[in-house]
Structures are given as C-alpha cells and as structure tokens.
C-alpha cells in the first residue's frame, strides 16, 4: 500500500517541480553558451550585464527548486490529512504509520532529486572550461580519503549521522502541522506561530545547551559528540513520528 500511495504524492509532487527542473536547466545552459561565446553586437559592459542577469536568474532557480521540494512535501502532508481531502486519505485501506511512510519518503526523494538537477545544472555551466569537473572531483575525494584515513571509523559514523539527520526536518514540521491542526481557529496561523515558535525555542537550545555538551564532549574523544548527535537525532525521528501517528490516529480534526 504504501507503494501505491507514493505513486499518486511522486505523481502530484513532480507535476509541479518538473517546470522548475527545466527552469534550472534552461538557464544553467544559456548561462554556458553565454559564458563560452563572446556575443559581438554587445559591448563589454552589455555583456558582462547579461552575465550577471543570467548568474542572478540562475541562483534564484537553484534556490526555487530546493525550497519547492520541501514546502511542497509539507503542503501535501497538511493539504491530503487535515483539509477535506483528509476523509479521502484516511479512507485508504493504509495505517497512519504507511501513510507518513508513504508521504516521508515521496518528499525526501523529491528533495533529493532537485539536489541531483542542481548538481547536474553546475555540470553544464562547468563543460568546457578550463577546470575539469573530474579534476574538481578527485581534489575533493582525496581530501576526504586523507581525512578519513585518520580515523576509518570516522567515515562510518558520518554516513550513520547522515541517516539519522535526513528524515528530521520533514517529520519535524510533519508533527507541528499535526499539532497545529488540533485547532478549530485559525487553524494555518496557529500552525504557522507553532512553527517559529518550536524553530526560536529550539535555536535557544541548541546555543545555550546543546552545543555546549558537544564541545565539552569533544575534549572527551572525537567521537563522543558525533555519537550524542546520532542517537538525539534518531530519538527526535522516532518521537516525531510516533506522536504524529498518535494524533492520526486519535486527534484528527478535519473542520474546514
């Protein structure tokens, strides 16, 4: 089930993002054969204008195309549950927790995938100059290869922190629109208060108490901190995800 409900939100997802991606790559390629081609009607102010036009266009689409993946991932959580199509989504023969896996996954492989189109934009703009893309490559696997060969335990630790801090952000604000639809007023104000409320409570936190207890810790062993991040990291997942199960399956409010 939890396949098929992935098939319609990627469907639903890439329908709008797709017109991005082609943005992203229009301009990354107007940008390379600008770049490459010296246009002899334009004087060189014109010129180096249009540059900085195209650069500029071109920043904001990147920009666009990683936001959009991730507030549409949220929006078709809080739209497809606690709006009217809610008595639609709660009526598939799926559990609460098949219906967040569905959702979790659809975003993250959206958010992914306007990473991979950014990456591959750069990729075009960088064709034909004189830095080679691989060169650029190897300089950075290298540095990571010195670096890990240090500590071969390091490499394993990141890649399992790495885990545990994907799905955070998305379950996060995937519980706060839970707990904000719990509200029979104003219900998007609410949520939007509950929002920058939890983000400022949260920044405090982390300055004034978090932070702090990793320093201290790395003075213990380099690997002390990193394994205190895996586990909060992972407790915040599973909490996030328990309670937003918990309000599917006991506290929807689909007033509209």
Not at 185 to 192: F, V
Not at 208 to 214: A, H, K, N, R, T
Not at 244 to 256: A, D, M
Request: charged share 10%; proline share 3%.
């Amino acid at each position: 089930m939890v396949g098929k409900i992935m098939k319609h939100e990627l469907h639903a997802l890439f329908r709008k993002l797709v017109i991005l991606y082609a943005i992203v790559i229009l301009f990354a390629v107007l940008l390379r054969i600008v770049a490459a081609v010296n246009v002899p009607a334009l004087d060189g102010d014109t010129y180096f204008g249009l540059i900085v036009v195209l650069v500029m266009f071109y920043s904001y689409s990147l920009i666009a195309a990683c936001v959009a993946a991730t507030v549409l991932g949220i929006s078709r959580f809080f739209k497809t549950m606690f709006t009217g199509e809610g008595y639609l989504t709660l009526a598939l023969p799926a559990t609460p927790a098949q219906l967040i896996w569905a959702k979790l996954l659809s975003a993250l492989i959206a958010s992914f995938s306007s990473i991979i189109v950014c990456l591959l934009s750069a990729c075009i703009f960088y064709i034909g100059l004189d830095a080679s893309i691989g060169a650029v490559f190897s300089d950075i696997f290298a540095t990571l290869d010195a670096y890990f060969a240090t500590d071969p335990l390091l490499a394993t630790e990141l890649i399992v922190l790495l885990i545990s801090v994907i799905p955070m952000s998305m379950l996060e604000f995937y519980l706060i629109a839970s707990v904000g639809q719990l509200f029979t007023k104003s219900r998007k104000g609410m949520t939007a208060l509950l929002a920058i409320g939890g983000i400022f409570v949260l920044s405090l936190l982390s300055v004034l108490v978090y932070q702090p207890i990793l320093e201290a810790c790395e003075g213990v062993s380099p690997h002390l901190p990193i394994w205190i991040m895996i586990i909060v990291n992972f407790a915040v997942d599973v909490g996030c995800f328990l309670i937003v199960r918990y309000i599917l399956s006991h506290k929807v409010n689909l007033i509209v």
